[in-house]
């Protein structure tokens, strides 16, 4: 009789599908198989064609795409639910959650989707994750890098990328602006820059091409550039440095390229423009999940608003 391993979907999926195959197979539990849930149809009909051993192996992993279109696990076969010892284990993969499993929650592996780190403390993850895979990055390099990409899973991505090109030397701004950004990331790069350093010529250049991209990861990226300008507008004097440290920014550093692009936007604008500005992002973010969507037109107002 089977163990289960149910992974939930999310962006990560996949890794942690590849990881969890890697584990088994170093501990005796080989890949046999990949089937569609569609294929069988009922859990009846899958547990009926796969839990017996290929004929060559005694132990087995077998991957069951789509698993969700199985439906709800049937109480009655509860009890040929195995734990993790079992010959066969069957790893289903979701496009959802994995529900549907609740008459078998206490029996079955489940692996949930990774928790998401907050935008503040991504940097830091970023460069935990680097020692982690014997990698080293600098504080500038990793801030960058939280900053420009949303998605956790590509962060990682980009991470092993970086390190694999650097090999044994610390992983450069200048290895991220080279390596990890297309012709769009690129735009978005002199976007940031540019505003930044009040060059409206440059941010005009950039939004034609950004334009035509999703809103909010941009959205994102400038709120978290000037969100330390906005800080040290609340905080001013003696309390900013404090209040930038509880934020996660690291005030050892001598060159932190973007605490200093803040800074020179809020000597450009001022610290009432950047509040205004901040908080507009806010409204924009919001009602951009749902039906008043301002979109493009209502971001490039606050950026005009804040520049002019």
């Known amino acids: ?91 289903l993969v979701y496009g959802t959650d994995a529900k549907n499993l609740k008459a078998v929650t206490n029996l079955i592996t489940l692996i949930k989707p990774e928790s998401q780190i907050p935008p503040w403390k991504r940097k830091d993850w970023l460069i935990s994750l680097s020692k982690e895979n014997k990698f080293t990055i600098s504080d500038d390099a990793a801030q960058l890098l939280a900053d420009s990409i949303e998605s956790q899973e590509e962060l990682r991505t980009e991470i092993i990328k970086l390190g694999i090109y650097a090999e044994d030397r610390e992983i450069t701004i200048e290895d991220v602006n080279n390596l990890s950004f297309d012709e769009g990331g690129r735009a978005q790069m002199i976007f940031l820059d540019g505003l930044c350093n009040n060059k409206p010529r440059d941010v005009a250049h950039a939004l034609k091409y950004l334009r035509t991209s999703p809103l909010l990861p941009v959205l994102t990226a400038i709120t978290n550039r000037l969100r330390p300008a906005l800080i040290i507008s609340i905080f001013p004097g003696r309390y900013s440095d404090d209040a930038l440290k509880a934020s996660g920014v690291d005030m050892t550093k001598k060159f932190n390229y973007a605490l200093n692009n803040s800074r020179t936007a809020l000597k450009h604008f001022g610290a009432d423009k950047i509040k205004k500005f901040m908080l507009g992002a806010a409204r924009l973010s919001f009602w951009e999940k749902t039906s008043r969507a301002e979109g493009w037109p209502g971001f490039e107002l606050l950026i005009w608003e804040l520049m002019t």
Request: charged share 30%.
């Open 1 to 91: 009789m089977p163990h289960i391993i149910a992974i939930e979907y999310s962006d990560a999926q996949r890794r942690q599908l590849s990881e969890k195959l890697t584990e088994l197979a170093k501990r005796g539990w080989p890949l046999s198989a990949r089937v569609e849930a569609q294929s069988f149809g009922t859990w009846e009909k899958l547990f009926e064609s796969v839990i017996n051993p290929g004929l060559f192996v005694q132990r087995e992993a077998i991957v069951v795409e789509e698993a969700e279109a199985l439906g709800e696990f049937p109480e009655e076969l509860a009890s040929f639910v195995e734990d993790d010892k079992a010959d066969c284990i069957l790893i």
